[in-house]
């Protein structure tokens, strides 16, 4: 095959007539979803796992300033939210960036991204199971149920603690009381399992199910972080521990940004896990039953009301307790009723249902996004065609979502939380800097009545002038910044190198801007997105390089010649 088979397009039309399954046998999936469901499912997905996993690490690091910590994330996910809503304003179809990226870049950038948005709602969601099931046992011990230790933890977390001499009790009783068969110690976490097989269930039955299950979970959570707010910040004033709004550093200096800004922005990477279930609305486009204008409603919706959320909850957090006392808190919104601080039991209980809750409804939204994200890649021919068959009674791509109920499931039984957490992140970026990069290159359109457009905002010379404020900010307050770049070492190489690549895409894309006029806001979501990249690990690339070449090597061997786009494709 040439070369340039590698990118072949589909049009939006084209992609927009396959979406009622007559072309490809799959069938139709249901438009049941109106604009509030769609706020719905993406406050269920962004105001879980990572909220109330990180959030403690994140104000230990920032202290109070870490709301200008989720107002940089905010940003960063809002200029990527207004691309996602271009591209689902025209292309109102099922498989998010995958399908917006075949429109833009072509056929082999597509697979990439869904193969790398694999990584994003399963691999994500085996943390979320993880998360879910220590938040559910910490639920039942205050219901005075304990269940054994080897039961509620993962083989591979229990023998990574051993080796690093932990003090946590959990994990060294279950190595110790664990079931010996052989050499092989039997522990494994049976909640995680059960909460992935019960979702994979209610998924495969339905979205009409799934909607009004994730509705009815999404308000009993907004109730319960409500009275969080009210409660924790009454108390807060009431007891005049608004001091723990400014504390002193180890240098002894009060200030909202007790550690700097750089505390505040060494926690980005760690927030942005808390934002990245909003672009899993764009998944359910084909079953919208007014995508073009409830599809941008519904994202940037539940994105300010999340943001909001995070910044309230931020402040009764680190009002009620001094930021220092966060350190490796893993339930920060229990811990801040606990005895020795608010002292409010009822409120700890209280947490952990809401936790529960707050888990089990992310479950849902991206065990809901990954099926869809096949049925689109079956369709185009990139995945066999049992990935695109649709229940006939329940109108749900089931086959798909059994196959991610097993991508999720098995691999609980051998990982562990850290691993699928960095395995995640960065999958999900490189997603954002495409879908950003890929408004960039369709041509503009006529404004339409009724549909979402993006505004046209010409950066010819606002972006170059807004590079150079950012380059002498950065200069003025990190003298050191970038005189320190040319000195790459063993140690400091996987920073360096990457924020070199970022400062080289930022020039180039300067000049582009002043020569093409490109549209400012997508031009703003590529560059933050790619900044927040930096952040990765050596670890992470390598994991994550591995995974592309992995989905590379399975492209050019089936997808690529049984593409519908492949005019000498053999028929089905």
């Not at 486009?285 to 300010?304: T, V």
């Amino acid at each position: 095959m040439a070369f340039a088979d590698l990118f072949r397009k589909k049009t939006a039309t084209a992609i927009i007539n396959e979406e009622g399954g007559t072309d490809h046998g799959g069938g139709r999936l249901k438009k049941v979803l109106t604009v509030t469901d769609l706020t719905f499912f993406g406050i269920a997905a962004i105001l879980g796992a990572g909220s109330f996993s990180s959030l403690g690490e994140a104000v230990f690091k920032g202290g109070p300033g870490v709301v200008i910590l989720f107002l940089i994330t905010a940003i960063a996910c809002g200029f990527t939210a207004f691309c996602y809503s271009e591209f689902a304003s025209r292309i109102p179809a099922a498989g998010s960036a995958y399908t917006y990226a075949y429109a833009s870049f072509g056929e082999m950038f597509a697979w990439i991204i869904g193969w790398a948005l694999i990584m994003e709602y399963s691999i994500g969601n085996i943390y979320v199971a993880f998360s879910w099931s220590d938040y559910f046992t910490s639920f039942l011990s205050k219901c005075s149920i304990h269940l054994p230790e080897y039961l509620t933890t993962s083989y591979m977390e229990a023998k990574h603690a051993i080796a690093a001499n932990t003090t946590n009790e959990e994990l060294i009783a279950a190595w110790n009381n664990a079931p010996v068969f052989g050499d092989y110690k039997f522990i494994v976490d049976i909640p995680a399992l059960v909460i992935n097989l019960l979702i994979t269930y209610l998924v495969y039955r339905g979205i009409k199910e799934s909607r009004n299950f994730s509705n009815l979970m999404v308000i009993l959570k907004m109730v319960v972080v409500a009275l969080i707010i009210l409660v924790g910040g009454y108390l807060v004033i009431s007891n005049g521990l608004t001091f723990n709004w400014t504390p002193a550093n180890d240098a002894g200096v009060h200030s909202f940004m007790p550690n700097g800004f750089s505390g505040v922005m060494a926690a980005v990477s760690g927030v942005f896990f808390a934002y990245i279930g909003f672009d899993a609305v764009s998944v359910l486009a084909e079953e919208s039953k007014d995508p073009q204008k409830d599809l941008p409603r519904g994202m940037i919706w539940s994105l300010l009301i999340c943001t909001a959320v995070y910044i309230l909850l931020t402040l009764v957090l680190t009002g009620a307790v001094n930021y220092k006392h966060f350190d490796g808190v893993g339930d920060p919104l229990a811990f801040i009723f606990e005895k020795d601080n608010l002292n409010i039991g009822w409120m700890q209980l209280l947490v952990s249902v809401c936790a529960v809750i707050a888990m089990t409804s992310v479950l849902l939204v991206f065990q809901m996004g990954q099926p869809r994200i096949w049925l689109s890649m079956s369709r185009d021919g990139l995945l066999p065609n049992v990935f695109q068959k649709v229940h006939p009674k329940y109108k749900t791509p089931s086959f798909s979502t059994i196959v991610t109920g097993l991508v999720v499931g098995i691999p609980i039984l051998f990982t562990d939380k850290k691993f699928v957490l960095d395995f995640t992140s960065i999958a999900t970026l490189f997603a954002f800097v495409l879908v950003c990069g890929g408004v960039l290159l369709i041509p503009r359109r006529n404004k339409e009545e009724g549909k979402f457009h993006l505004p046209y905002i010409n950066s010819k010379f606002i972006f170059p002038i807004l590079l150079i404020i950012a380059a002498f900010l950065a200069n003025h307050y990190m003298p050191d910044f970038f005189s320190g770049m040319s000195e790459i070492n063993d140690d400091n190489a996987a920073y360096k190198v990457p924020m070199l690549l970022f400062f080289v895409l930022c020039i180039i894309m300067a000049v582009i801007a002043f020569i093409k006029n490109l549209s400012l806001i997508p031009l703003l979501g590529l560059v933050f997105c790619s900044y927040l990249l930096t952040g990765m690990t050596a670890d992470n690339w390598k994991w994550f390089g591995m995974w592309l070449a992995l989905g590379l090597i399975f492209y050019l061997s089936y997808g690529l010649k049984n593409s519908r786009l492949n005019p000498n494709r053999k028929p089905a």
